[in-house]
């Protein structure tokens, strides 16, 4: 007899997605299901390391942290619409909750989504919070390091350089996360880390690791004016260190308004504006006999040398015969009137592949303009350490296409959101950002607390609506400004809405009861809902449309690709009229059906649910 298949409630197993690839790969190395490490080692030849002397970097949790960042998450993301803003429309995310659960969370949907990471994590200063993991239970570990302070208000957690494991725990929490954030960036995807030079060493080293050597691309000093106060050193530039997916190279960044200025088209060349270059090349007449030739000025008629009106030994730029079809093309200018004695080549700006990034910024905002920023915004000055607009915007000028995806998971008051609406609203783009923070609690006695932002959380919402909003303003009379995504979707880290998949339990009647009714009864089929986009790894930010079908609510979910319907007692006219949807929606072979388990009227219906659906072609049909 046909039976439903039970979706699996837990986020992508990440050892069995290793397992896959390396089997791509590398077939002929499994023996029943297992690795073979001696044939593994023999495939790879020379390049295997033997276990002494080998170059690596250790510390005391590192074991643990690769094994955490394997543990598929028992968690789910609960949308918060009433904390959004333009629900319906928006494409941009704002998750709140702990970011190693939530990059679980997110690595089917967002696999090789997201082309830029922009990271700004704790700097372990020794003053500040460093999130401790719990190998067994995360989640519960999650909803107790959120509210837990001590009796004087601190946070139980700051990792204070008196601990004897100080680099050690900074190394436990960022490890996993990075190696989880990898997933998620495309093939020519690229991460930022914002770091001082406190960490900048490890951060390196396990950056290494992760990414690959090869793949490490540079470290940006970025001046960030103010000293500390050291005795005789001041620290006044952060680092950026820069890595890619698959990359050793950033695109090169447009040019500026001011350095496109320069390009002008005083001869009204139909290729449009223009530059001059010099037509010489570096080389001597002894270096390259070749160059050294006369050329004719189409004006005079005269012969010209390198040396004719030039003193110098350098002779021309390129062969005689390049210089022919130079000539002939009109890329040589002679001056207004053709009155220069000698020719520049014209540089088009339509032709232009744009500038390099330098390692050293001196001109992209400071710590004091970026807490200027927040403070003016908020009215009040709510946050420590934010990062300047123009640096974010900067960063992903280098980075973002018109609509790319950026994922920012220490996001604190969200600068990265802001910087995005700003460039878009800027150059009419669509990028799109997740921002993923903690609901770190405000202390008591702070500015922040006392003017009602009792999170993190919060601030950065905030953050987000009043910079949207003000961005419109600005560029109120701007063509296109009405389409610029000023909104954001909330969605709440929790635990699974499903019983069964909370962890295991010995309570015997218990769980037999739950497999009555295995939906925790304070969830909405709207929570549900999007705990199936994630395991089916859908887009949280895909169209839904909400329908009823024969007096059941029936979700249809990326116009059809995936049908939810998770109403109770349900009969065959809403089975029918779900598999006729399939021709409305004209999605091929796409359409997934699910079901709650218990949500048909009875056995039978369950049974000839699936020929229904089964006849319209209809294979893919799971419940919970
Ligand atoms: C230095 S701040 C980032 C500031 C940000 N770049 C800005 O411009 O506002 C680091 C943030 O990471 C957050 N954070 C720390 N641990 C976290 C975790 N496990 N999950 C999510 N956020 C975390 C902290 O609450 C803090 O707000």
């Not at 830029?116 to 107790?144: A, H, L, Q, R």
């Not at 079809?325 to 088009?348: C, F, M, T, V």
């Not at 699910?594 to 649910?609: H, P, S, W």
Request: aromatic share 10%.
């Amino acid at each position: 007899m046909a039976k439903i298949e039970k979706l699996d409630g837990k986020s992508m197993d990440i050892v069995a997605d290793n397992i896959e690839k390396l089997k791509e790969i590398f077939p002929d190395v499994f023996t029943e299901g297992k690795v073979d490490f001696e044939a593994l080692e023999a495939t790879l030849g020379e390049y295997v390391e033997g276990k002494e002397e080998r170059y690596s970097f250790n510390w005391n949790g590192k074991a643990a942290a690769r094994r955490i960042a394997q543990t598929p998450s028992t968690g789910t993301l609960r949308p918060a619409p009433e904390e959004s803003k333009d629900w319906d429309a928006t494409e941009n995310l704002y998750i709140e909750g702990d970011n190693l659960e939530v990059l679980k969370l997110l690595q089917k949907s967002y696999h090789k989504q997201v082309k830029m990471i922009y990271i700004d994590p704790p700097y372990n200063t020794g003053k500040d919070f460093v999130y401790k993991d719990n190998f067994k239970d995360n989640i519960k570990n999650y909803m107790e390091q959120t509210g837990q302070v001590d009796t004087e208000g601190n946070k139980l957690s700051t990792n204070s350089d008196a601990s004897g494991r100080y680099h050690s725990n900074w190394l436990n929490m960022m490890y996993p996360r990075l190696k989880l954030a990898r997933n998620l960036l495309k093939d020519d995807g690229v991460i930022f880390i914002s770091l001082d030079d406190g960490e900048i060493s490890s951060l390196r080293k396990i950056c290494d690791e992760i990414f690959g050597e090869d793949n490490f691309i540079g470290n940006i000093a970025w001046k960030k004016t103010s000293g500390d106060n050291k005795p005789s050193f001041a620290f006044t530039h952060d680092n950026i260190a820069i890595y890619g997916k698959t990359v050793n190279q950033i695109p090169r960044v447009p040019l500026t308004k001011k350095q496109a200025k320069q390009y002008k088209n005083p001869d009204n060349d139909p290729k449009g504006d223009w530059a001059e270059t010099d037509y010489r090349s570096k080389w001597s007449k002894e270096e390259r006999k070749n160059l050294y030739y006369a050329i004719i000025n189409p004006h005079t008629k005269e012969e010209i040398y390198p040396d004719t009106y030039s003193n110098t030994t350098r002779v021309w730029a390129c062969s005689k015969e390049t210089h022919l079809l130079n000539a002939q093309e009109g890329i040589l200018w002679w001056g207004i009137d053709g009155q220069s004695k000698e020719p520049k080549k014209k540089r088009y700006l339509s032709e232009h592949k744009g500038a390099n990034t330098r390692s050293v910024w001196t001109d992209a905002g400071t710590n004091d303009d970026a807490s200027k920023e927040v403070k003016s915004l908020l009215n009040g000055d709510y946050f420590d350490n934010p990062k300047p607009v123009s640096l974010l915007k900067r960063l992903e000028i280098i980075m973002l296409q018109d609509n790319d995806l950026i994922l920012d998971f220490f996001s604190g008051s969200a600068t990265t959101a802001h910087a995005i609406m700003q460039l878009n609203a800027e150059d009419n783009g669509s990028r799109k950002y997740i921002m993923v923070q903690l609901p770190e609690e405000t202390e008591e006695k702070s500015e922040a607390y006392k003017a009602g932002y009792k999170n993190i959380c919060e601030i950065g919402k905030e953050r987000i609506r009043r910079a949207g909003e003000k961005i419109k303003e600005e560029n109120a009379d701007k063509e296109g400004i009405e389409n610029l995504d000023i909104g954001f979707k909330v969605f709440k880290l929790d635990s699974s809405n499903i019983k069964a998949w909370d962890s295991e339990s010995d309570d015997l009647e218990q769980n037999l009861w739950d497999s009555v009714e295995n939906i925790k009864s304070d969830r909405t089929s709207d929570d549900l809902m999007y705990e199936i986009l994630l395991k089916y790894g859908l887009d949280l930010t895909l169209p839904i449309e909400e329908l009823t079908l024969a007096g059941k609510k029936v979700y249809v979910v990326g116009l059809g690709s995936l049908v939810i319907c998770l109403d109770e007692a349900i009969t065959l006219d809403t089975v029918e009229a779900i598999a006729a949807l399939k021709e409305k929606y004209g999605s091929d072979d796409l359409m997934r059906v699910v079901f709650r388990d218990n949500g048909f009227k009875d056995a039978e219906v369950k049974t000839n649910a699936i020929q229904i659906l089964k006849q319209f072609g209809i294979d893919d049909v799971k419940s919970l």
